[in-house]
T-cell receptor
Framework: AQSVTQLGSHVSVSEGALVLLRCNYS??????LFWYVQYPNQGLQLLLK??????LVKGINGFEAEFKKSETSFHLTKPSAHMSDAAEYFC?????????????FGKGTTLSVSS | DTGVSQNPRHKITKRGQNVTFRCDPI?????LYWYRQTLGQGPEFLTY????????KSRLLSDRFSAERPKGSFSTLEIQRTEQGDSAMYLC????????????????FGAGSRLTVL
């Protein structure tokens, strides 16, 4: 079975500061990993995904994440935060050989950006 | 392509009433998923369809919940005899999974239907 733990339910940064949102996963088979963002009153939007190959994955809006198997982590980073990045972020996992099964989501991290 | 559409966006009902939500997925997508999201939690999987077939149901889907996708296009989620604990955002998502596809298929989510049970 797969599971996801997002460390820190709330992260606050200043505009221009580094954003680091932490995600650790548990999976008995190689995982596929995803980060989604949710703005108020909107659906979840895919930021990036890791499937196979390069472990550093670049996504939209300047975000990137690195898959570290030894640490079972998939942390999300952005070098310089913008006010528009304020939202809720979800990490999700699916086993690579289970195309039809649902994504398993973490509880989410709310990112606040102050000026 | 207008994305995944969900209706109604908000529903307020009294305990014991039945409610139905509708999801219109992206037209070429063959997979359709229902999730539930409560305050402070991530989306929790309820059920999913491959075309019209319901292939998996979560233990969260009690017998008061029923989902259908009769023609493999839109889907409905009905909750009978609603309880206050059913208050949540109900999210629909769709994806395209082809024969050789792996688990990398991406879910596209709708904006959700918020249920408040008084």
């Amino acid at each position: 079975a797969q599971s996801v733990t997002q460390l820190g339910s709330h992260v606050s940064v200043s505009e221009g500061a580094l954003v680091l949102l932490r995600c650790n996963y548990s999976s008995s088979v190689p995982p596929y990993l995803f980060w989604y963002v949710q703005y108020p009153n909107q659906g979840l939007q895919l930021l990036l995904k890791y499937t196979t190959g390069a472990t550093l994955v670049k996504g939209i809006n300047g975000f990137e994440a690195e898959f570290k198997k030894s640490e079972t982590s998939f942390h999300l980073t952005k070098p310089s935060a913008h006010m528009s990045d304020a939202a809720e972020y979800f990490c999700a996992v699916r086993a690579f050989n289970q195309a039809g099964t649902a994504l398993i989501f973490g509880k989410g991290t709310t990112l606040s950006v102050s000026s | 392509d207008t994305g995944v559409s969900q209706n109604p966006r908000h529903k307020i009902t009294k305990r014991g009433q039945n409610v139905t939500f509708r999801c219109d997925p992206i037209s070429e997508h063959n997979r359709l998923y229902w999730y539930r999201q409560t305050l402070g939690q991530g989306p929790e999987f309820l059920t999913y369809f491959q075309n019209e077939a319901q292939l998996e149901k979560s233990r969260l889907l009690s017998d008061r919940f029923s989902a259908e996708r009769p023609k493999g296009s839109f889907s409905t989620l009905e909750i009978q005899r609603t309880e206050q604990g059913d208050s949540a955002m109900y999210l629909c998502a769709s994806s395209l999974v082809s024969g050789g596809s792996s688990g990398a298929n991406v879910l596209t989510f709708g904006a959700g239907s918020r249920l408040t049970v008084l």
